[in-house]
């Protein structure tokens, strides 16, 4: 039985160890590969210690997490503080985590921490971010900015840029104060959100203007800036401060003007009711040329459609006749950003009426009043450089990009202010036009303002006024180039030099100049009437009355018609005139040549049609027509007002019509002598006859005079 039992044991032995040889079979052809961890240790048994295995998995998944801690970190670069509590964790992590000796809950312990305080980072980030939402928001668009650095400094090498380039430089120092302490800065408090809203809008200003304050710094240096007058800038006039007369077309004149709203001339006499004795001032401050499309229809602009811009004005030629009054002033405000602080203004100007006592005063920015002194007949001729002169445009001798926002107070501030020197200008008078040159020193980049007064009167003084002032021009170059630039701007003139031929064109609608009678007009020809082929721009403009004894408003009731209707001045015959600036870029004997309108369809008397006188003419040093330096042209009737002809004292011809060309003391005259620089050249009428209406006028210069009055600046004969 013993034997038995023993055998029993033996054959279930053997079948055991069958199976268990076919279990090990079948796992090592299913895990050919053991893994590391469950690799048999030294001195160990054949399976791993859990414990060993628990360590590793520890070590493992903090090693992974501290892994991360570079992406994690970066998320808080604007963050310092909350930043460098992270950093602090991680590196609390890395030490446990390299220490040999640590434990597994040591291990998972450093774990937990750093999950945390990468939770902790997360949510200071989001309250930080809530509770300083329009911080952050403008801390942004500092760093924004700042991206754009380099690209736009190395735009701003060249020396007209200097100082944009400089306020650009300022505002990116003061950006990287704020953006390199971040916005959770380690020490301090964070920024204040005014500071960093403030700075940001004036570097976003800065870059989003930049193009524009590179134009402004150019159009300084290379030419000019020009500001027209703004009735609205007129402020504190209490005085003579109606609408300007609403029967005007012209607005500025060579004789006395005055208020006279009765002394009509009466049409068909050969003498002129003259208003201009009357002794009452002019009863408005500011006027504007106006176009008329008939006698007695102005200029009616259309409304824009929505959305479009309204459609400027032909014309921006306005004269200010008037600053009386406590506390009256004009106001010129113009933006600047050229590399010298010191600019200089232009601005035509004269005397309202013979025998006014005139002063004039400006105030830059918050300098001192600067008085603007006029030459009597002891002044010398000869300035220093402190005191600056006008070029001038005598009978007897020779203006903004529109910024909407304020330039930064870190922008380039003036050096200490000089003491004030009064700037010496001609006298002025009635019958002339002078442009004075005022130097500006000091100026701000950005915004500067120019107030221009009368000084305070006391006693005898209380009679002073100022001279009429027309549109302002600006440039940072005291280069006779840019003078000239202005001069034809001012003016009108444009020269051109083609194939040896040197020609002005003088646009009479743009340009100054002065009438000696309120009938007197610019005359708008619309496209629509053009009954011609001639190649000519429409609308085309002309100016008409201006010579005889015609009106524009014979009958007594037209007066009902027109807010503030004026009849001064009223010159009729020779004194009715037409005064035109030409600047001539050199001296010589000049053609002349233009559009002319004549639908006069009376008679001669002997049944022909009527023709029609234009006479040119310079004046002589003493303000008077120079009758050696005349040329003149008659022009047939076209019988058409609509209708547009030409002439041309070269040829003697007129398209649609004909020419005679002739002079007191030379025989077929048809050339005008100019000389280099401003010329006063007056049309008038001859024999005391109607004129036709004149367009712009071109002058070709015929032959060079050498003389030394090819060096003068600009003289006027």
Known sequence: MKRK??????????????????????????????????????GGSAMMDPAATELAAAKTALSTLIDSKNLNTQMYVDYAKIQDTLVKAYNAAQVVLANSSSTTQELKDAKTKLDSAISAASKAKTDFDTTNSELVNQYN????????????????????????????NNLYTKAKEIVTPTLDPLMGSIPEVKNVTDLNKDL?????????WKTNADNFANKFVKQALVKDQLMGVTDNNMEQPGNYSFVGYSVDVGTNPNSATTAGTQDSQNSNSTTARPNWSFAQRKVWTNNTTPLKLSEPAEGEKATPYPTDVSWIYNLSGTGAKYTLSFRYFGASSTAYLYFPYKL?????SVALQYKLNDQDVKAIDFKTENTATTVTPSSQTSTVAPAAQAEPDAEES??????????????????????PTVGDIKVAKIQLSNLKFGLNTIEFSVPTQEGDAMSKVAPMIGNMYLTSSDSEDNKNKIYDDLFGSSSTKEDNKSTIIVDL??????GTNYSMIFYQLPSSDMKNDMPISNPTYFVGLIGGIQERFPMSDTQHMFTNLNRSPSENNQ???????????????YYISGSYLNGDNTTNGVNTNKKRYLKFS??????????????????????????????????????NGETTVTDSSTSMKKTLKLEKGLNKVILSGMNNDDTPYVGNLTFTLETVVNSGSNNREASAK
Do not use: H
């Open 204 to 212: 976003s200003n800065a870059i989003m203007r930049n193009d524009a």
């Open 141 to 168: 668009g500092l760093k924004k900015a700042l991206e754009q650095e380099k690209s736009l400094l190395d735009g701003l090498m060249a020396e007209n840029y200097s100082a944009i380039r400089t306020n650009l």
């Open 5 to 42: 039992n023993i055998l029993k044991f033996v054959s279930l032995l053997g079948i055991g160890s069958f199976v268990m040889l076919a279990a090990a079979s079948c796992s090592q052809a299913t895990n050919p590969t053991q893994n590391p961890s469950s690799r048999t240790q030294p």
């Open 509 to 514: 609608l743009k340009g100054y100049s002065l």
């Open 575 to 589: 004194m009715r005139t037409f005064t035109i600036y030409v600047n001539a870029p050199q001296a010589g004997e």
């Open 406 to 427: 304020e330039v930064s107070p870190s922008s380039k501030t003036p050096a200490k202010e000089t003491s004030p020197t009064p700037t010496m200008i001609d006298t």
């Open 618 to 655: 310079t004046s002589e040093g003493t303000g008077t027509t120079d009758m050696n330096n005349s040329v003149q042209f008659e022009a047939t009737s076209l019988m058409n007002w609509d209708k547009v002809g030409t002439f041309d004292t070269k040829t003697t011809t007129l398209s």
């Open 352 to 356: 309202v009426r013979t025998g006014d």
